[in-house]
């Protein structure tokens, strides 16, 4: 049974620009949730996406935005990079919205 | 609001010796709780959950946790400690007030001596 991976590992960007992050899902998962982990402190939940459709939303701007894919994959983009978006971003996936989300190993992005 | 509190941000431990790494919560219903562990560079690792039931619980890598409810407590334990351990560790509430998410405390980084 594959786990949930994310890509790329690391990613370094310049602020002002627009930067796609990935995760698949654990096989027969179909709820994928992201997380922004700044450093030294705990994951921050930005938003979960279910069956395709987002499912709720934590206290990010709009410019955080996401899609799932019908093999439920999901993408997390970021537009308009702030030096304050560096942080490692998790990527969890779960059977359902509410049964215990399982962490990919995350992406690194580094905004200049 | 939910949330969770992990008062110690450092811990040190000789190995072999035993550990507890403390977590405090605060939410109206029953909580589900979890107790997570990250390596530098990687990932979250779940070690062990409570929904309900028995207030111990057994998790992965000889750790347990304690759910205490009336102190809002769920402490992680180990009756001996190995160097691999290591590590960073969050607890987190999972939050069922419209989407289902989880709140993390800011983490317990557990240093171990030879």
């Known amino acids: 049974e594959t786990g949930v991976t994310q890509s790329p590992t690391h990613l370094i960007k310049t602020r002002g620009q627009q930067v796609t992050l990935r995760c698949s899902s654990q096989?027969?998962?179909?709820?994928v949730s992201w997380y922004q982990q700044a450093l030294g402190q705990g994951p921050q939940f930005i938003f979960q996406y279910y069956r395709e459709e987002e499912n709720g939303r934590g206290n990010f701007p709009p410019r955080f935005s996401g899609l799932q894919f019908p093999n439920y994959s999901s993408e997390l983009n970021v537009n308009a990079l702030e030096l304050d978006d560096s942080a490692l971003y998790l990527c969890?996936?779960?059977?359902?919205?509410?049964?215990?989300?399982?962490f990919g190993p995350g992406t690194r992005l580094t905004v200049l | 609001a939910q949330s969770v509190t992990q008062p110690d941000i450092h811990i040190t431990v000789s190995e072999g010796a035993s550990l507890e790494l403390r977590c405090n919560y605060s939410y109206g219903a029953t909580p589900y709780l979890f107790w997570y562990v990250q390596s530098p560079g990687q990932g979250l690792q779940l070690l062990l959950k409570y929904f309900s039931g028995d207030t111990l619980v057994q998790g992965i890598k000889g750790f347990e946790a304690e759910f205490k409810r009336s102190q809002s407590s769920f402490n992680l334990r180990k009756p001996s400690v190995h160097w691999s351990d290591a590590a960073e560790y969050f607890c987190?509430?999972?939050?069922?007030?419209?989407?289902?998410?989880?709140?993390f405390g800011t983490g317990t980084r557990l240093k171990v001596l030879a």
């Open positions: 096989s027969g998962h179909n709820t």
């Open positions: 987190a509430v999972g939050e069922a007030s419209g989407t289902y998410k989880y709140i």
């Open positions: 969890a996936s779960s059977l359902n919205p509410t049964d215990t989300q399982y």
